[in-house]
């Protein structure tokens, strides 16, 4: 804390001068931060995400240097003012980079997604996607969602190759987190081509969590949805 303060302090003022304990508490259940859970050690300020977005663009010019430190900290809120700063960087490839060696700091689903397909899909859009098949396949659980959550990118393209193989590499995943990705990348494909979602679910389904079955057919009909889950 106190390095942080003496390198970022206006920051560090901000951030504690918007902070609300009772909604912290809140958060910590909500994002499982206890003993064993996925989110275990990580400490909430309690500051909404509108606010925590106007108080990263008074910071765009950080250095990477700057965004290392947020990025080492426990609080949770001081890593995401790091990703919106980082998602805003000039550089993308510098961006690209640093994202991918900080995976380790990227540790729960809301910091995930609200940066992945921003940072790592934006980047990857026309370039080599193979470092996705790799993070897939990671022991990290974030570094997995990263890999599913980075394809929202190409199919707001309408490019769902890379989407679908994603979810078959992660298709066995054992976390709850990975099942709701992939079923909601999957619904995603659906709303864009209905077709291929239904092509790859017919292919798939029997072996599919039922949490991400579920995601993934959440916006069908009725009947097509017992269907499937019948």
């Not at 001068?17 to 859970?37: I, V, Y």
């Not at 980075?150 to 679908?164: P, R």
Request: hydrophobic share 40%.
């Amino acid at each position: 804390m106190k390095n942080i303060c003496k390198t970022l302090n206006n920051i560090c003022d901000e951030l504690f001068s918007l902070k609300n304990s009772d909604k912290a508490k809140g958060l910590q259940r909500f994002f499982k931060t206890g003993k064993g859970e996925y989110g275990e050690g990580d400490i909430f300020l309690g500051i909404t995400v509108p606010l925590l977005r106007q108080v990263s663009n008074k910071y765009l010019d950080l250095s990477l240097g700057d965004l290392q430190i947020l990025f080492n900290s426990k609080i949770h809120e001081y890593r995401m003012i790091a990703l919106f700063v980082l998602i805003k960087k000039e550089d993308k490839r510098a961006a690209f980079d640093f994202y991918l060696k900080n995976t380790r700091n990227i540790n729960n689903w809301d910091l995930v997604d609200l940066s992945a397909p921003k940072i790592i899909g934006d980047y990857l859009l026309n370039r080599d996607k193979s470092i996705l098949s790799k993070l897939a396949r990671s022991n990290n659980l974030w570094e997995r969602r990263i890999a599913v959550l980075s394809t929202f990118a190409f199919i707001k393209n309408n490019n769902f190759g890379d989407s679908l193989k994603i979810a078959e590499i992660l298709i066995n995943d054992e976390h709850d987190l990975i099942h709701k990705a992939v079923g909601w990348m999957l619904r995603e494909v659906g709303k864009r081509d209905l077709k291929t979602e239904e092509e790859f679910l017919e292919k798939n389904y029997r072996k599919m969590p039922r949490t991400c079955l579920r995601y993934a057919i959440e916006k069908f009909s009725e009947e097509k949805r017992r269907a499937f889950l019948n």
